[in-house]
């Protein structure tokens, strides 16, 4: 089992619909990081967060540590979403180095 | 300026040739990272550097070779590479290794071993 788990690996939208991107971790971390990946691209950071929320613009992360679960909400999708939705952690197994989950894949369509 | 930046954006080389990937970043972080990254999978770590000196190394093959030349700058020296590095090579920074700090991803340099 990977210690980090993402659901669901692939998400179909229509524009302006509500996204919820789910992360489950089974690690002790010190912090969790949402990335986005467009095609062919580099990775951007969006979020990293060690507890509660956080939001910007349309973008809202929350996390609950004593469940290790942590959430990635788009509001009002775009086209523009379309991308690999990454979620990492900062483990102390690991040296607090990046330990990543398997990405979501999210197609957004006008 | 919160950029990192990575030269060439692409690279085809053979398995002979001796070519190397640049990194530089200008945020006064003190740690920097290589990353392979697969086609549709997650980025895998490759060498750390914390402090201009080599902290982890993931057990890659030698025919990768890494550099720090000073605070700013991270190379990646490539020799008889085999088809299967072909990739995405990903450089990172961020402020310290040891902390919760946020990671700043450069756009990758796509390559190609023929």
């Known amino acids: 089992k990977n210690e980090v788990e993402q659901s669901p690996q692939n998400l179909t939208a229509q524009e302006g619909e509500f996204i919820t991107i789910n992360c489950s971790y089974s690690?002790?971390?010190?912090?969790l990081h949402w990335l986005q990946q467009h095609p062919g691209g580099g990775i951007v950071s969006l979020f990293m967060?060690?507890?509660g929320k956080k939001k910007h613009g349309r973008l809202i992360a929350t996390i609950n540590i004593q469940e290790k679960h942590s959430s990635l909400h788009i509001t009002a999708s775009h086209p523009r979403d379309s991308a690999v939705y990454i979620c990492?952690?900062?483990?102390?197994?690991?040296?607090?180095?990046?330990?990543f989950g398997g990405g979501t894949r999210l197609m957004v369509k006008p | 300026d919160t950029e990192v930046t990575q030269t060439p954006k692409h690279l085809v080389m053979g398995m002979t040739n001796k070519k190397s990937l640049k990194c530089e970043q200008h945020?006064?972080?003190?740690?920097m990272y290589w990353y392979k990254q697969k086609a549709k999978k997650p980025p895998e770590l490759m060498f750390v550097?914390?402090?201009?000196?080599?902290?982890i190394n993931e057990s890659v093959p030698s025919r990768f070779s890494p550099e720090c030349p000073n605070s700013s700058l991270l190379n990646l020296h490539l020799h008889a590479l085999q088809p299967e590095d072909s990739a995405l090579y990903l450089c990172?920074?961020?402020?310290?290794?040891?902390?919760?700090?946020?990671?700043?991803f450069g756009p990758g340099t796509r390559l190609t071993v023929t």
């Open positions: 990172a920074s961020s402020q310290d290794a040891g902390g919760a700090y946020e990671q700043y």
């Open positions: 690690v002790g971390i010190s912090a």
């Open positions: 967060l060690s507890s």
């Open positions: 990492a952690v900062r483990s102390y197994n690991a040296g607090n180095m990046l330990t």
């Open positions: 945020m006064g972080h003190r740690a």
């Open positions: 550097y914390s402090y201009e000196k080599l902290s």
